[in-house]
């Protein structure tokens, strides 16, 4: 069944231009969507593509909407934020159509008597939970995950299926672990001993606040005395490496096969582009945009935005670069000879 725009309008704000009884039912892109969906313009280069859009209904900024509306046929949801916008009627329509899991334990489930299961938790097949372990009200646990021992897992949590969340990890309410995450697994500690590694017992938690979402065979080691926190509302995405003793501030979001080791400190509202690396027992404040491929070797203490890599160019052209980048030290002791001996001669540089 079709939303009516009315009732979009009445859960989530924004001004509707054209009929509010008319329906839509699914979510599509502007190039794709037909009579029965919802859209959205976010990107004013695509202003010519949204105003021949076939989309029943689109959500758009006032300043689109100032350009679009005269050409574009379907009607017209304005508000300041078109993206955010689309976001939640998107979980709504999602919501609509998805069948709710019921509350109850599958008789597959292998859930330690001393375990706190709420009765309005829903846990699925093949599951373990072991001893000590809580899994609060709404909380949606997937065929094949595993829940260590005195973990605690919050309120409308969902784990997808085969997340493995250790001993005495805590998340809040809200999250989202999506499936092969493994959370609370050792961090990488060794003392080095006569030319040889001796394993140092990881004894802290993992601590994930409110509204996290964990990506795909992603891994969040937990402390080797400490804990290690992620913060409310973090997201990361998938093949994420997350180091032991890390603290990452609430809201900062993560692409995929980002690498943190052990001990950084990440502010909040931070971003790291896909692939970007962090040094252990470094400082990120607030407010850091890291692009994609990036090292963060030493710290940063401003906010901005912070790029590190070298532009691609054909590989003949990259090693005669290269060669030069290798005689860069030789090449300044020489000009420094050089200015010398001009000063000498009471030449001026």
Request: aromatic share 4%.
């Amino acid at each position: 069944m079709g939303v009516r725009l009315e009732e979009l309008i009445e859960r989530l704000g924004g001004t509707l231009v054209g009929d509010p009884m008319a329906e839509v039912s699914a979510l599509a892109s502007l190039e794709r969507a037909g009579p029965a969906d919802l859209s959205f313009l976010a990107n004013a280069k695509l202003r010519a593509v949204a105003a021949a859009s076939r989309a029943g209904a689109l959500i758009l900024s006032p300043l689109d909407d100032a350009v679009v509306g005269t050409d574009y046929r379907g009607a017209r949801i304005v508000t300041a934020d078109p993206h955010a916008y689309f976001a939640r009627a998107a979980q709504y329509l999602v919501a609509r159509e998805t069948p709710p899991q019921q509350p109850g334990i599958h008789p597959s489930a292998v859930v330690d008597a001393c375990a706190r299961i709420d009765p309005a938790a829903h846990i699925g097949p093949l599951v373990t939970v072991e001893a000590g372990a809580v899994v609060q009200a709404g909380a949606v646990i997937d065929p094949g995950c595993f829940i260590g021992r005195e973990a605690v897992v919050g309120e409308d949590t969902h784990f997808f299926a085969n997340v493995t969340f250790h001993a005495r990890c805590i998340i809040g309410k809200r999250g989202i672990v999506h499936s092969g995450a493994v959370i609370g697994g050792d961090g990488f500690g060794f003392a080095h001993e006569d030319g040889r590694y001796v394993k140092v017992p990881q004894l802290g938690r993992v601590v994930l606040g409110d509204d996290v979402d964990i990506g795909a065979n992603t891994t969040v080691d937990r402390g080797a005395l400490d804990d290690t926190i992620i913060g409310d509302g973090v997201k990361l995405d998938n093949l994420i490496q997350i180091g032991h003793n890390c603290h990452i501030g609430a809201n900062t979001a993560m692409a995929g096969c980002v690498g943190v080791a052990g001990s950084a400190k990440i502010g909040r509202h931070c971003t790291f582009g896909g692939a970007a690396m962090v040094n252990g027992h470094i400082e990120i404040v607030d407010h850091v945009h890291v692009t994609a491929g990036t090292l963060v070797a030493n710290s940063l203490l401003e906010p901005g935005r912070y790029t590190g890599f070298y532009p691609i160019s054909k590989n003949a052209e990259w090693e005669r670069n290269a060669v030069l980048l290798r005689n860069l030290a030789a090449m300044r002791e020489r000009i420094r000879a050089l200015e010398k001996a001009v000063k000498a001669l009471g030449l001026t540089v």
